[in-house]
């Protein structure tokens, strides 16, 4: 059965769109297809693996797992609005430092988790580190350099 | 993968929602923070007709001490039940509890309320409010009532909430003798519910004898289980490490467990004891 | 191991940090999902809920007439598309696999009906709504059941749940056997795994009918193999599809294969005309994705009394699942050329037999069939120790093959290349303060605690499986590319390649550009699996480097009129020997090798190409110590210290090299810890989502200490082994030997992994019964 859409007013990466979206669609495949924003990705269906994590009005999610039309109003930051120009984001830059990914899929996910963790417990430790990615799932790395990378990012001056 | 379709309201008000329940009946389900309801959705496990969702309406969250009671309302977040200073001074087992919740995202978006309502087997939140001895604010059209957590819960997913009625907030007394509050819990290594958790109360009296204790099991059964047998051989005792051992052996007394992939049920039981060990041992620990 | 750069006048063997970073950490990198086209369709299955079951009906009337619904297809439809796998004997049983099920089904995901439609939304709508009606066919599930006499058919068409034997025998087995003074005999079970690649399998295809193309984006490792098989399966022609590997997340072996989808989605795009996608959910990747490991092993080890290891038997029973993926009959026969491990014994025998059953099919994963091999003979070598009251360790130094023994010809046939067990395992003791361990142990024994100390020394074979291609192009204004039919998914390979050839071609690692993954951009390729790019990719690209700096010495020679003999290379160019300031620039002698500069003779351009094959592998090795606890009130177990000691060989950037023993070892701790792929006697899967299977998380990883040594392979021109499975074939191997270790005051002996803690506390417990 088909539902009206419903309007979505939202600021994603400090632009601002306004537009309508069936109540089913949830923000990961709004971001993904209605705005082209495809560094936000999708790898599970039981939002467990956190490759999908967003800041919505500053807090970590998972996209996945947030209707669109339930971030009317919010603003929303993806993998691609953290960086600022060409100025890598500190946990962005640690993680090519210290070698934080191979094959790059979890990572848009890892590095929104880390960067949200850093902005709220600047001083987190190795087991904060990982207690706070319990919930971003990595095949390639065996977590070693990215804890390594979030803990660099943490020593960084900001 | 995408839920099937569904009508989506975003009430302002209660009495929006109520009315919307009228209309809809059985056929609405309400929006928390979606954290147990849209992962059934995706799979779908579950396919309402309409969702109502109450994260529009002003009021439903916060956390307050209002004399002895600590009310928590239904739309707080995890992260802002344990990052509270308030819950951490005054109930530090629900602060811990809040903590080990799904995961980080999990926690910024799950609500206590959704959790409660939800009343999944594996919740970690049902087990400490039943040793804390929470009541939930249930509001419909008619008004309210409180129903304590001792009665709310049922049996799986199913709760004393009438269909017509919406859980607003969350009380929780704050004796005025101190009491020390904690939770263990041993999660699945897949999806971190509840594979066996233990929550604890004890209230103290000057001398440290336990005046009052509460343990309640998680993962043993349908609902929250009051491990009666373990709270009768803690009160009125000094807890020294040999009337905590002695008390959480008979926490697996009476339980049922059920079997799952992971874990049998005479794990179950031994784990029971194990952790109501633990809980009734970081209570105690507890300055 | 250094991270830094050990000779900072060479690339290779320096720590560069990675090429490939910039667009994945800033949300540009290109999946397959991530491709945008004009009119593209989307596909979602309807698959079997039953593990074995004849279809007796198929309602399609309700999908079909859903809104954004284009069609919806069965078996009907598809008729004899089917994958096809290589025989591998004779007499080798292979059942149907047809892309769609056709009459009946052989395993819980097997695909049924097909909807297209103009969302993926929509499509998922539609197959919830095609009702299937099954009449039920008894199940079986495990392997050794599936062989015995009257057992369950997983397929009755084929008459057999057989596929495969094969069989090795090396010098005189019954006579090592009569004259041992001990046997140690162990059965055990590897668990079946599921590889769990980030991204799960999918596949754009875009048809051009009036050109009669197809271009295939696919989530592969192998983008020229998989171009081949779909050629096969589609009758369509190989040098009309073009297939792309764009970014790949993750694959682990398990995206080695062309699948059903794969070829369906081709034969749907090119039906309609338009193109077609089909991402798979994470629970269609639990039920349709090659899993791996699921061997059972039978084996006996003869020995004297002072503990030589006489000889070898061991029988292999390989769960194949339902249906044959091309690589699926691949990894059992791994034992045929790893069962003595780094030991000498000739007197071998290893029989290989494999089954189907109703589970999802098996192929290779990380290791694929090296971990099982490590494991049998490390665990008999650990059984057979204490069966004779010896050290382990001292059992095998005894038994090492020695360091001037190589080449050495084992007992199965296959030259091992080099080798210095002892070397690897006293480093590994070295790190581990084995004796103080053994100490701590001791200590903790005492006061009853159940503490282990295991170890496992191992040989792994890589950069098999056929040859690989390199080639190194120099364009006129003297930019250099890099073509490699390796097809790499996170290995870092843009940065590698780029620093082997900058490094030979002596020019700035700027100047490089590496491609790769791409049919029509890359000559031929075989791809990225096995640990093999380091010695195949790499050998390929070193030797076309080298037959480049040849051809640009002539050429060289001729603007500097010298000498070809006199000419030698210099930062950047080259240059006369004894003439320094004669010297011509990369850029000079690609702009003369594009325009008449070269000899007489010498084709124009500069453009080598090498297709690689040592026609041998290269067998690294090394020492993995392990410190475990088990609460015996839990049955929790703990790593409290992992060493891991590979010796790959030359090490061409040991950034990428760690992280890889890191990965490595992450998937090798999950077997050992918490992973296994469970399906109920009614061949219901029971971890069929990420809530019931459990993958290692951060907190899993434990301490580590990783060390090196370094013998290089004198067969190859970069002197390297591989090494991205090291961490998956060492590490489960010492975790389960330095449990066993904890657990051998209570008698246990044996236990199969994964570690859960209600294992092993009800394996306590009933020691503890007696």
């Known amino acids: ?74 603003e929303i930051t993806t993998i691609e609005g953290l960086a600022d120009g060409a100025t890598l984001h500190p946990v962005q830059a640690a993680f090519q430092e210290e070698h934080g990914l191979q094959c790059g899929f979890c ?39 990215i804890v390594k990378a979030i803990r660099t990012a943490a020593q960084q001056p900001r | 993968m995408h839920p099937a379709s569904f009508g989506y309201e975003a009430p302002a008000s209660l009495e929006e929602v109520f009315g919307l329940l009228r209309q809809h009946g059985e056929d609405a389900k309400l929006l928390a923070g979606g954290h147990s309801l849209l992962p059934a959705m995706k799979l779908r496990l579950t396919q309402p007709e309409v969702l109502i969702d109450l994260g529009r309406i002003p009021g439903l969250s916060g956390i307050r001490q209002d004399g002895d009671t600590l009310i928590i309302g239904a739309l707080t977040t995890h992260t802002e039940v344990s990052a509270s200073e308030t819950v951490r001074n005054l109930l530090p087992g629900l602060a811990d509890t809040a903590s080990v919740i799904g995961d980080l995202q999990v926690r910024n978006r799950g609500t206590m309320g959704g959790s409660v309502a939800h009343a999944d087997p594996g919740a970690d939140l049902p087990v400490t409010l039943t040793a804390l001895n929470a009541s939930f604010m249930l509001t419909s059209a008619e008004g309210g009532r409180t129903v304590a957590a001792d009665d709310f819960f049922v049996d799986f997913f199913t709760t004393a909430l009438e269909p017509h009625e919406i859980l607003t907030a969350i009380h929780i007394p704050l004796p005025a003798a101190p009491t020390r509050t904690s939770y263990a819990k041993l999660p699945h290594p897949a999806s971190g519910y509840v594979v066996v958790s233990a929550a604890a109360a004890l209230t103290l009296d000057g001398s440290g004898a336990c005046t009052g204790a509460r343990v309640v099991l998680g993962g043993v059964g349908g609902t929250p289980h009051r491990a009666t047998g373990t709270e009768t051989a803690l009160n009125g005792q000094a807890l020294t490490p040999e009337v905590i051992a002695a008390a959480a052996e008979r926490a697996a007394d009476g339980i049922d467990p059920h079997a799952d992939s992971y874990a049998d049920e005479e794990y179950k039981r031994h784990m029971a004891a194990v952790y109501a060990r633990r809980a009734i041992e970081a209570a105690a620990a507890r300055a | ?208 009918p009036i050109r009669k193309e197809l271009t295939v984006w696919m989530s592969t490792q192998g983008p020229h193999r998989s171009r081949a098989d779909l050629a096969n399966s589609l009758g369509f022609p190989e040098n009309r599809i073009h297939v792309i ?77 339902a249906y044959l993926h091309s690589a699926t009959a691949g990894p059992p026969q791994r034992m045929l050329v790893m069962a003595p491990g780094c030991y000498q014994i000739q007197d071998v025998r290893v029989e290989i037999v494999s089954a189907f059953t109703n589970t999802v099919p098996t192929g290779p994963y990380r290791g694929a069939g090296r971990p099982e091999a490590v494991l049998n003979i490390e665990r008999l070598a650990d059984k057979a120790a204490r069966d004779l009251g010896m050290d382990p360790l001292e059992l095998r130094r005894k038994n090492y093959i020695q360091p001037e023994q190589f080449p050495y010809r084992t007992g199965v046939g296959v030259e091992y290349d080099s080798g210095d067990y002892e070397k690897s395992l006293d480093e590994a003791l070295r790190l581990s303060d084995y004796d103080q361990l053994i100490r701590m142990r001791d200590e903790a024994r005492e006061r009853g605690e159940l503490v282990g ?54 020019v700035p690692m700027e100047d490089v550009v590496v491609r790769h993954g791409d049919t029509i951009a890359i000559q031929q390729g075989t791809g990225t699996f096995g640990s093999r790019s380091a010695v195949m990719g790499g050998g390929a690209l070193a030797t076309a480097a080298e037959r480049l700096v040849t051809k640009a010495k002539a050429v060289a020679a001729n603007l500097m009129e010298a000498s070809a003999d006199d000419v030698v290379q210099v930062e950047g160019g080259f240059a006369v020997t004894g003439v320094p300031e004669r010297t011509v620039t990369w850029r000079q002698v690609a702009g003369a090798a594009h325009a008449k500069g070269t000899p007489a003779g010498m084709d124009p351009g500069l453009h080598e190409t090498a297709f690689f094959d040592p026609n041998r592998e290269a067998w690294g090795f090394g020492a993995h110590v392990a410190l475990v606890r088990i609460d015996a009130d839990t049955g929790e177990l703990t790593i409290e210290k992992l060493v891991l000691v590979d010796d790959i060989g030359v090490v061409l950037n040991p950034m990428v090299v760690e992280a890889q023993v890191h990965g490595g070892l992450a998937q090798g701790l999950g077997e050992a810890l918490c992973e296994e792929m469970v399906f109920d006697e009614d061949g219901q899967p029971r971890t069929g989502t990420l809530m019931d299977y459990a993958v290692p998380r951060a907190s899993t990883m434990p301490p580590l200490i990783i060390g090196e040594t370094e013998t290089p392979n004198p067969f190859n021109p970069l002197g390297v082994k591989g090494v991205g499975e090291a961490g998956t074939n060492g590490a489960p191997p010492a975790v389960a030997n330095a449990v066993m270790d904890a657990l051998s005051p209570l008698g246990i002996d044996h236990i199969d992994m994964p570690y859960t803690a209600p294992k092993l506390w009800r394996a306590i417990r009933e020691a503890r019964k007696g």
């Not at chain 1, 539902?3 to 979206?21: C, I």
């Not at chain 3, 899993?291 to 020995?303: F, H, I, K, N, P």
């Open chain 3, 1 to 208: 191991m250094s991270t830094e750069q050990s000779n900072p006048n060479r690339l290779i063997g320096a720590s560069i940090r990675r090429v490939e970073d910039p667009p994945l950490l800033t949300g540009q990198g290109c999946y397959v999902d991530d491709v945008k086209l004009p009119g593209i369709l989307h596909v979602a299955i309807h698959r079997s809920t039953h593990p074995h079951a004849r279809i007796v009906s198929i309602d399609t009337a309700e999908a079909a007439a859903m809104p954004g619904v284009v069609c919806v297809l069965t078996g009907d439809d598809t008729g004899d598309l089917a994958l096809r796998a290589p025989m591998l004997t004779p007499e080798m049983n292979m059942p149907e696999h047809p892309v769609l099920a056709r009459g009946t089904v052989h395993a819980v995901g097997a695909p049924i009906a097909a909807v297209v439609a103009e969302s993926r939304a929509l499509a998922e709508d539609a197959a919830a709504a095609i009702g299937v009606t099954y009449d039920s066919l008894p199940v079986v599930t495990d392997a050794e059941a599936a062989l015995e006499d009257g057992a369950t058919l997983a397929h009755e068409e084929l008459g057999t749940n057989h596929c495969y034997t094969m069989k090795r025998e090396n010098g005189d087995v019954d006579k090592a056997f009569a004259e041992a003074d001990h046997v140690c005999r162990l059965h055990m079970k590897s668990p079946r795994l599921v590889a769990m690649s980030m991204e799960a399998r999918g596949v754009l295809a875009y048809p051009d």
């Open chain 3, 245 to 321: 590997a764009p970014d790949v997340g993750g694959g682990f072996g398990s995206k080695g294969c062309v699948y059903r989808e794969d070829v369906l989605v081709c034969h749907v795009a090119q039906k309609l005309g338009r193109p077609v996608k089909w991402m798979a959910t994470r629970s269609e990747d639990f039920l349709t994705t090659c899993q791996g490991r699921d061997q059972a092993m039978t084996s006996e080890l003869a020995l004297s009394k002072d503990g030589k290891m006489l000889g070898l038997k061991v029988r292999v029973v390989a769960n194949l699942g």
């Open chain 1, 107 to 145: 990572t848009p996910g890892m590095v929104m988790t880390a960067a949200y963790l850093l902005e709220t417990r600047p001083d987190a430790d190795d087991e904060a580190i990982k207690h706070a990615l319990e919930g971003n799932l990595c095949r390639c790395t065996g977590y070693v350099n």
């Open chain 1, 1 to 74: 059965m088909e539902h009206p859409a419903r309007p979505v007013n939202v600021t994603v990466n400090g632009t601002s769109h306004a537009t309508e979206v069936e109540p089913r669609l949830l923000l990961v495949h709004f971001l993904r297809e209605n705005l082209g924003l495809t560094g936000t990705h999708v790898g599970c269906d039981t939002s467990q693996c956190g490759a999908c994590t967003v800041h919505l009005n500053g807090a970590a999610v998972k996209s996945c797992t947030v209707l669109a039309v339930q971030a009317d109003g919010a």
């Open chain 3, 453 to 506: 100390v295991g170890v496992s020394t191992f040989v792994e074979p890589s950069g098999g499986a056929g040859f690989e291609s390199g080639a190194v192009r120099v364009d006129r204004t003297g930019a250099i590319t890099v073509l490699t039919g390796s097809s790499s998914h996170g290995q870092g390979h843009e940065t590698v390649w780029a620093q082997v050839a900058a490094d030979l071609l002596k």
